[in-house]
């Protein structure tokens, strides 16, 4: 009963995500054998030869975060091999956001909700907070550099207009590369879209394999609807979550009345996440990717919840 109680505070913070959870999954950086120039640019994973940290974000059946859970509730699996949790303890620490913010033809009278979504965000952003904004449509473009005043990137949202084909996949590259230049170690990129590709140069197994490879966390707030839908935003929906998922975050559906309660879900999973450590059983420097699943045993007396975390991570090699 204790457990429950502690656990009926179901923490509502606000801003509004990460990079690319779930909760997320941040391991230390992989040691990567020489590459092509295009390759050894892109974001590693950060994964310590000896141990892995799993960052994982829990929300009960109403999507709402869930805080005050202990070590015991949790169980990790490697390659379907669990493993022994050697570290746990609550994260909670300021956090580098891009806004990866579709300007696209097909966004039209959608633009609207969109502002909307990312005033909500930046609204309730914590100072510590550092922020970047890009615009995408047929190519991405750095509007707004790194920086802690979100004045300019509201000015830059508030008088856009929505033209050409979405660049979504180049989008993301583009801001899960301009998220190292970030010194803070907990990143995110938030993007506000239909989900409609159509126009980029990177390919969507290009883009997982770059976000298998970084450590940041990706949200997305899917802003649907509107008349004649062309085939890529029909499959907007299943693309955006597809593309989140893999870096342990999650796909919210854009809604008027909800766009505060959405900020606050995304705020809270950005700033607070459980973090689990272990020691690999399987110690051997292949290289390869290791996938891994994290389970949630809830305390007697709560509903099921579910977890959110990076799906795995790329081993050392030598």
Aim: aromatic share 6%.
């Amino acid at each position: 009963m204790g457990n429950a109680r502690r656990l009926a505070g179901l923490a509502l913070c606000a801003v509004l995500t990460a990079p690319f959870g779930g909760g997320q999954v941040a391991l230390d950086p992989r040691k990567q054998p020489a590459a092509s120039p295009e390759r050894s640019q892109r974001p590693n994973l950060r994964v310590d030869t000896n141990l892995v940290l799993v960052p994982v974000t829990v929300c009960d059946p109403m999507n709402r975060p869930v805080t005050g859970l202990e070590k015991e509730n949790f169980r990790v699996l490697e390659n379907n091999v669990e493993q022994t949790i050697t570290h746990f303890a609550m994260d909670d620490e300021p956090v580098a956001v891009g806004l990866a913010f579709d300007v696209s033809g097909s966004m039209g009278a959608k633009l609207g909700m969109s502002r909307l979504a990312a005033g909500a965000f930046f609204r309730l952003a914590n100072p510590e907070d550092e922020f970047f904004l890009i615009l995408f449509d047929d190519r991405p473009r750095l509007v707004v550099p790194l920086t802690q005043d979100t004045g300019e990137i509201k000015s830059q949202i508030t008088f856009t207009s929505s033209k050409g084909s979405t660049a979504l996949v180049d989008a993301v590259v583009l801001g899960l590369h301009e998220l190292k230049k970030s010194k803070l170690t907990r990143k995110a990129l938030l993007i506000i879209s239909d989900g409609g590709e159509n126009n980029s140069r990177y390919n969507d197994r290009e883009l997982r394999d770059l976000v298998r490879e970084s450590d940041a966390l990706i949200y997305a707030i899917g802003v649907f609807g509107g008349g004649g839908r062309t085939r890529e935003e029909y499959e907007g929906p299943r693309y955006l979550t597809g593309m989140v998922e893999q870096s342990g975050g999650r796909m919210l559906p854009a809604a008027a009345n909800e766009l505060p309660d959405i900020a606050a879900k995304i705020g809270i999973e950005l700033r607070n996440r459980y973090i689990l450590g272990y020691s690999p059983a399987n110690q051997q420097r292949d290289g390869r990717y290791h996938p891994v699943q994290v389970k949630v045993a809830p305390p007697r007396g709560l509903p099921p919840l579910k977890a959110f975390w990076r799906r795995g991570y790329y081993a050392p090699s030598d």
